[in-house]
């Protein structure tokens, strides 16, 4: 009898020790003290299921697991009758600060290869539209071959939250490539003549003056230059202008081609643009001995280059008047004065 006693003492003891052995030696029951979850979703909060056991959250609900959707301090009581009850608490937070990534925005030369783009931030995606599902972690190289403007879009991803989508421009640009137009003539009576070109984007003008704006009132005749700049280069156009009574050519009646550096030139002085000019010179035997269809060049007084005899010359010159817009024809002497 004392045998049965003592083997059912010691079958209590164990049974009792089995129990003991099965519950919690500290009191914790969830990994970790926060959990960050990513904005604008749901979050499943859990500890491991065992039967018998009872599970009472601080929302108020049982079971093994609560779907969060809010962040704040939760904390869960575990008991099962074997074992004292354990609390532990654990605060979430939803991560709604995930900055975009710092991007800038790209301005392109037309044909000239382009680098991959850059931005700043952790685990970048690159997509083509707002709302594509697909992305690449490699930055693209935007094309050049042509001129106009292309977006892309990147996240970052932090803690394992992605970002919204950070917009990035790209423009591709040529460089600048205007004309001022022909050569023009100041009215009679009027103040002047207004000089322009259509403004092109990203560029900064500048006038002979050093005026920047994109017109300019050309007031007396002479050759006006305008120079466009821009990151992908440089172009410079000019125009003449003439006042409404110029005489286009004006000849002198002597020269001297003595080497002293004076009136050493038989030429005309040209003041308005002239899209036809031919001059001949005739010694009194009606020889040619100069011809030119150059207005800036002139006749050295010699002939196959031996100095002429001093005498008088007869010139023909014909030329297209910029004022009236015809052939004029010009006959006159000249005196070669040594």
Not at 32 to 57: E, K, M, N, Q
Not at 154 to 168: M, N, Y
Not at 328 to 336: A, D, H, I, K, P
Request: charged share 15%.
């Amino acid at each position: 009898m004392k045998t049965k006693i003592l083997i059912l003492f010691l079958a209590f003891l164990c049974a009792h020790s089995i129990v003991k052995a099965q519950c919690p030696t500290s009191d914790t029951i969830f990994p970790t003290d926060s959990i960050i979850i990513c904005a604008d979703t749901g979050f499943v909060l859990s500890v491991p299921y065992s039967p018998g056991t009872t599970y009472d959250w601080s929302t108020l609900e049982s079971g093994n697991s609560i779907t969060i959707h809010q962040g704040g301090k939760y904390w869960l009581t575990v008991s099962n009758g074997a074992c004292p009850p354990v609390t532990d608490t654990v605060f979430i937070i939803f991560n709604s600060l995930i900055l975009i990534p710092e991007v800038e925005n790209g301005l392109l030369c037309l044909n000239v290869p382009a680098s991959a783009l850059r931005a700043n931030g952790t685990d970048l995606k690159w997509y083509n539209t707002p709302t594509d599902i697909a992305f690449s972690t490699t930055a693209p190289t935007p094309p050049t071959a042509d001129t106009g403007i292309a977006y892309y879009y990147v996240s970052q991803t932090i803690l394992g939250c992605e970002s919204p989508r950070a917009k990035v421009k790209v423009e591709v640009i040529e460089a600048p490539n205007f004309e001022l137009g022909g050569d023009i003539s100041i009215p009679c009576g009027a103040s002047g003549v207004v000089l322009q070109t259509v403004k092109q984007k990203y560029t900064t003008y500048a006038w002979q003056d050093g005026s920047t704006n994109i017109d300019f009132l050309a007031t007396e005749a002479g050759t006006y230059t305008l120079t466009g700049s821009n990151k992908c280069g440089t172009h410079t156009d000019d125009v003449r202008t003439v006042i409404c009574n110029t005489r286009c050519l004006n000849f002198p009646n002597a020269f001297t081609p003595n080497g002293d550096g004076k009136n050493e030139l038989f030429k005309p002085g040209s003041f308005c643009p002239m899209s036809k000019y031919v001059l001949t010179v005739y010694d009194r035997f009606g020889k040619t001995v100069f011809h030119s269809t150059n207005p800036t060049e002139g006749w050295d007084g010699r002939v196959n280059g031996k100095k002429a005899d001093i005498g008088t010359y007869i010139y023909y010159c014909i030329y297209n008047d910029f004022m009236l817009k015809m052939d004029l024809m010009l006959r006159g002497t000249v005196t070669l004065i040594k």
